[in-house]
């Protein structure tokens, strides 16, 4: 039986409900024409038919709940995860030494290397996979480390599996993606009774492939028992030897490096990628910019780089193949004054489509650093409240005239969050488009040709206005705004001006010198009552920035915050934050009082269409 805290199994009933109407169930051979491995499976087949024959005759069979032929003694053990894990380990052993150096490809990347009591590191928290594979170059237990992992059920139906297992397994999934941005999928070796599956997580959903029996029902099995297993070892042992670029990944990570390397090859669209060379071609991986992580469709990747000899940023991002690669818009809404689009350096897709989604990695402008560490570090160390406060009037303004012009261009950001913002020199930056959306299904004349001439993508197989099935798209929680919050993410541009408000009450909290639990304002809570929180907090005029956990505050600061939540939640000298609970509610504006913290161009642009 697994352990789990109350929390851990509350997260995991929520990642098992997350992948909903997710899972997919494929044949070997779907399965390896989808990884463009058939050739080399048939060949790989060809040439062993007898090779694991030895090893099947000794596997220990599983019966009554009990693992038979697993010790020397001949008595029986019981049947558990750990057991089931142990037991794999010792006819992994076995396998290897069948296998006498023959992989599945000519070059396998390295062996990687098998443990059922390996205690993994992830975010300073230790967790326990039933197995896993990993890459003996690594130094410790990080995550970094993993090849593949394997989860041990003693229940022989992959069907009836509950929620916690897949919620487990989704869990150190995302841990995976979070530790190793090159990933393309999550492999598992899944062991349920006597059986073997493995399941890959992909940005897609989940795909479950049956490989086998991988134990012995009795203990005196037939010869075509025996050839049944020995076809299942042969299996195993062509995927989990396949080099990492071949099975998991777009390069090989098998040995620690710290640079990528692009390289197109004439009359391709994507470009070939391998780790850094040490010759000064790579793009060095300097430091890693911490973006949240999810599990299905959305995901972003970003490092500080030198590009030609100076400071740049590179960022792998995943988005559903239906979905305007994020690079799309960025020239287009750059050429129409959007300021807050970072300049994109170079580009391309590295992935076009792996389970239904798409990589592209984009080399861009320098960005400085996220907003929150700047207001923490370039605001709050000097102690100067007036630069502080002169800062966050200023990066509102701009960020606030970005967000209208693309707006007025067909463009929803859709997230505004502090981590998808960062500051150099006082100029600010938003680094994540990825769930931006457009409003019209027709793409932009612009963005079609960036996407056939620089990605070779044609704009009619996009569906810019389409969702993915769950609601990874949704802004993020804490700086949602009230009305999105009480009815599923329905906003207008207003909806994200309100945003970045919260967005920036955030950045002041983080320039106090102390920081002290978090604000109620910003405590995570389910969305009704984080709805009514904001509502609360946002009714006094006078206290609302206490509520945010602001220390202190000048005259001129609060001046102009008052002025954006009189925009925001009074109409005719009255609050109407709590009307907003009501769909029906049309929440008018003073666009007048806009001018306060738009730009002349952003102002008429604003106002030239509906807010």
Request: charge should be negative; hydrophobic fraction near 40%.
């Amino acid at each position: 039986m697994t352990y789990c805290s109350q929390d851990q199994s509350t997260r995991r009933s929520e990642l098992a409900q997350s992948l909903q109407g997710r899972g997919h169930h494929l044949d070997l051979g779907g399965l390896l024409k989808m990884l463009a491995l058939s050739d080399s499976f048939n060949k790989y087949m060809s040439f062993t038919s007898n090779m694991m024959l030895p090893v099947a005759q000794i596997v220990p069979a599983l019966a009554d709940g009990q693992l038979l032929g697993c010790v020397e003694s001949g008595q029986p053990v019981q049947a558990t995860s750990a057991s089931l894990a142990w037991a794999f380990r010792g006819i992994w052993n076995s396998v290897r030494l069948a296998s006498q150096g023959v992989y599945g490809v000519a070059d396998p990347a390295s062996e990687c290397r098998f443990s059922d009591d390996r205690l993994m590191q992830a975010g300073g928290v230790r967790v326990k996979p039933d197995g896993v594979f990993y890459y003996p170059a690594y130094f410790g237990n990080e995550f970094h480390s993993v090849h593949a992992l394997l989860e041990a059920r003693v229940e022989p139906s992959l069907e009836a599996t509950s929620p916690d297992v897949l919620g487990k397994m989704a869990g150190l999934a995302l841990r995976a993606w979070e530790a190793q941005p090159t990933r393309l999928f999550v492999p598992f070796l899944y062991l349920h009774g006597p059986n073997v599956s493995l399941v890959l997580f992909a940005r897609g959903g989940y795909y479950c492939t049956t490989i086998g029996r991988l134990f012995h029902t009795s203990c005196d099995p037939s010869l075509d028992d025996i050839r049944d297993v020995g076809d299942t070892l042969r299996y195993l042992w062509f995927l989990m030897t396949l080099p990492a670029d071949r099975f998991g990944h777009f390069v090989d990570v098998s040995i620690p490096s710290t640079g990528l390397t692009f390289s197109r090859v004439y009359g391709t669209a994507n470009p070939s990628v391998v780790m850094g060379r040490g010759d000064g071609s790579a793009l060095e991986l300097l430091q890693r910019i911490s973006l949240p992580a999810s599990l299905l469709d959305f995901q972003s990747y970003l490092f500080k780089t030198q590009y030609r000899g100076q400071p740049a940023m590179l960022k792998l991002v995943w988005t559903p193949t239906y979905r305007l690669p994020e690079v799309s818009m960025y020239d287009w809404l750059l050429s129409n004054g959007c300021n807050a689009v970072p300049k994109v350096l170079e580009s391309s897709i590295v992935a076009s489509d792996v389970f239904g989604c798409r990589l592209e990695y984009i080399v861009m402008e320098d960005c400085g650093v996220p907003l929150l560490e700047y207001f923490r570090t370039v605001c709050g160390s000097s102690g100067d409240i007036s630069k502080r406060d002169a800062d966050a009037e200023d990066i509102f303004k701009q960020l606030a005239s970005s967000l209208a012009i693309a707006e007025s261009l067909g463009v929803a950001h859709c997230d505004i969050s502090a981590e998808n913002i960062a500051v150099r020199d006082g100029t600010a930056f938003i680094i994540d488009w990825t769930r931006s959306q457009l409003k019209s299904s027709e793409v932009p004349s612009r963005v079609a040709n960036v996407l056939w001439f620089k990605l070779g993508l044609n704009a009619k197989d996009m569906q810019p206005q389409r969702w993915p099935m769950d609601n990874s798209a949704v802004q993020t929680k804490i700086y949602a705004s009230i009305r999105s919050l009480w009815h599923d993410g329905t906003d207008c541009l207003v909806d994200r001006f309100e945003s970045l408000f919260y967005v920036i009450l955030h950045a002041l909290f983080h320039s106090n010198h102390i920081l002290v639990g978090t604000p109620s304002a910003f405590e995570e809570l389910s969305v009704s009552a984080m709805a009514l929180v904001k509502t609360g907090c946002m009714a006094d005029p006078e206290m609302y920035p206490s509520y945010f956990g602001i220390a202190d505050i000048g005259d001129g600061l609060k001046a102009f915050l008052d002025s954006i939540r009189v925009f925001l939640f009074c109409a005719d000298g009255f609050f109407v934050g709590g009307k907003l609970v009501d769909s029906e509610f049309k929440r008018s504006v003073r666009p007048d009082l806009a001018r306060a913290f738009l730009s002349e161009v952003a102002y008429a642009a604003t106002y030239a269409v509906r807010v």
